[in-house]
């Protein structure tokens, strides 16, 4: 696996904040596009199987509209079922995005590297981007608070989704 160089990490550089949530034996997963932490630009919506959940990424990526723009995925262990697999190498390389994979609450003592805003930290993991370029992607994409923002609104439309699918 190769490091990207990102030219730079811009102000309304384009991520892809992802969370998902299981219904019954199915996960639906949940991409917001963001610029930076200052606009949604889009959302989209896949559906997976079982647990790993890598290849409907790839699927939801790959057939994106904003796949062209999106400069980096951004992933939380928070914000998938718990026995949710995903393979941040395989989602890489098959998309060529680099991919960043938060790691908080009870999971960051296994994360190879640590982002400290403020009085918190959270541990995270990159493939495809340095870990100096990711920390800037993350400060970027997380305006004033520790969570991207494209995170955060991804899991509250997936909220609402799951809350309309089961009823």
């Known amino acids: 696996?190769?490091?990207?160089?990102?030219?730079?990490?811009?102000r309304e550089i384009r991520v892809l904040g992802v969370a998902a949530g299981r219904v019954g034996e199915d996960s639906i997963i949940v991409g917001v596009v963001y610029r930076g932490s200052r606009w949604l630009d889009g959302v989209m919506k896949a559906?997976?199987?079982?647990?790993?959940l890598t290849d409907a990424l790839i699927g939801m990526v790959k057939g994106s509209p904003h796949s062209g723009q999106i400069r980096v995925i951004?992933?939380?262990?928070?914000?998938?079922?718990?026995?949710?697999?995903?393979?941040?190498?395989?989602?890489h390389a098959e998309t060529d995005k680099p991919t960043i994979m938060l790691?908080?609450?009870g999971s960051s003592e296994n994360a190879p590297f640590t982002w400290r805003r403020g009085g918190e930290s959270v541990g995270f993991s990159a493939v495809g981007v340095s870990r100096w370029?990711?920390?800037e992607v993350l400060?970027?994409?997380?305006g004033g608070s520790l969570v991207p923002e494209a995170l955060r609104v991804a899991d509250m439309t997936l909220s609402a989704l799951l809350a309309t699918e089961q009823t």
């Open 1 to 10: 696996m190769t490091t990207q160089r990102l030219r730079s990490v811009k």
């Open 103 to 105: 790691h908080t609450k």
């Open 133 to 135: 370029t990711a920390e």
């Open 47 to 52: 559906a997976a199987r079982g647990a790993d």
């Open 139 to 142: 400060q970027t994409a997380s």
């Open 74 to 91: 951004l992933l939380s262990r928070d914000k998938m079922p718990p026995d949710a697999v995903v393979s941040i190498e395989r989602l």
